[in-house]
């Protein structure tokens, strides 16, 4: 985030780079860089004839480096953002030429989702030397309950811990969905709010009582009348709780517990790095812990696995519904 506050920075400044190469795995930053050059970089009487906004599937990189050469009207600078440019992907090297010697009056924007440029290959170099490559990385999912924490406190709000991890097992990784349900959130609630799991039930349609959060929870701390509880409104709510994601959650939960077992350094911060977990939820780990020793651990994942593989219709013919029910007895008992 760092990054993108100094690209930000620097276009208000003025500071505005002939070409922005923006690629990578996350599309959130991509389209907030790309949106922020759109909205500010000329005024609103300069757009009109200066910013043009072009399709991958639609043109060729001639006609872009066609576009970019001509001369802006009337202002400074024109801006040509190339949406879904990984369309162009095959003939990308192709913009080689211009990118080493750029209209010094265009600001030309690439969004090049889920792909990136060879960095051996002479565009990556030529743009790296007149422009900006900016990669926009995936999260992983242990970081996105921090990655919401600051975005809420940007906006002036908080959130509680559990409320952003059930954000997170419900929307995964996936920023820009999150963001739309955050942006739905401080619509409704007023500034400096602690969001709690009751603001996220309420106005996102979470269960806070019902989610692989708590089911998790409910599994390591052995509560068998809990976990049943859950699962069995799962299995009426098959849509909003898929097995696929129920058993990854669980193997992940059980993964970091089998590196919990291997920590020599148990204390509160150190299990808290080495699980990328927040400290909050260590003591989880704690007790789920003594429930299930290493051996246990290992037994579980393998049943996971199995369950995982069953859940594709393979080697069983069992609905999700059997097939939950019968991992969770296995688990537990």
Do not use: C
């Not at 920590?263 to 927040?278: E, I, M, Q």
């Amino acid at each position: 985030m760092d990054e993108i506050r100094d690209i930000v920075l620097a276009i208000k400044k003025g500071e505005v780079k002939p070409i922005y190469f923006l690629m990578g795995d996350e599309p959130y930053y991509i389209d907030k860089i790309s949106d922020f050059i759109e909205q500010t970089v000329l005024d609103e009487a300069e757009k009109g004839f200066n910013q043009q906004v072009m399709y991958g599937r639609d043109v060729s990189i001639d006609d872009i480096v066609s576009a970019a050469k001509r001369y802006p009207m009337m202002a400074d600078k024109q801006v040509i953002i190339v949406k879904e440019a990984q369309d162009l992907s095959r003939n990308i090297e192709k913009l080689v030429t211009y990118a080493e010697q750029p209209q010094p009056t265009t600001v030309l924007v690439f969004n090049y989702k889920y792909k990136k440029l060879d960095k051996r290959k002479k565009l990556h170099k030529a743009i790296a030397k007149t422009g900006y490559i900016f990669e926009s990385k995936k999260l992983y999912e242990n970081q996105v309950a921090d990655w919401i924490r600051k975005i809420l406190a940007g906006k002036k709000y908080k959130i509680e811990p559990k409320a952003a991890q059930m954000l997170v097992e419900f929307l995964g990784t996936d920023l820009s969905k999150i963001s739309n349900e955050i942006e739905k959130l401080i619509t409704i609630l007023p500034l400096e709010t602690i969001i709690t799991d009751k603001d996220i039930e309420e106005n996102i349609g979470i269960s806070k009582d019902f989610n692989n959060f708590e089911l998790k929870k409910a599994i390591g701390e052995k509560n068998i009348v809990k976990a049943n509880r859950i699962i069995n409104y799962f299995a009426e709510n098959p849509k909003n709780n898929p097995l696929v994601m129920t058993i990854s959650l669980l193997n992940g939960f059980f993964t970091q517990l089998l590196l919990f077992h291997g920590l020599k350094d148990k204390s509160k911060n150190s299990v808290a790095r080495s699980l990328g977990v927040s400290p909050y939820f260590v003591d989880e780990y704690f007790l789920a812990a003594r429930n299930y020793p290493m051996r246990k651990v290992a037994q579980v994942i393998a049943l996971l696995r199995e369950a995982d593989v069953k859940s594709k219709g393979v080697g069983a013919n069992q609905t999700n519904r059997d097939i939950l029910k019968e991992l969770l007895f296995r688990i537990l008992h």
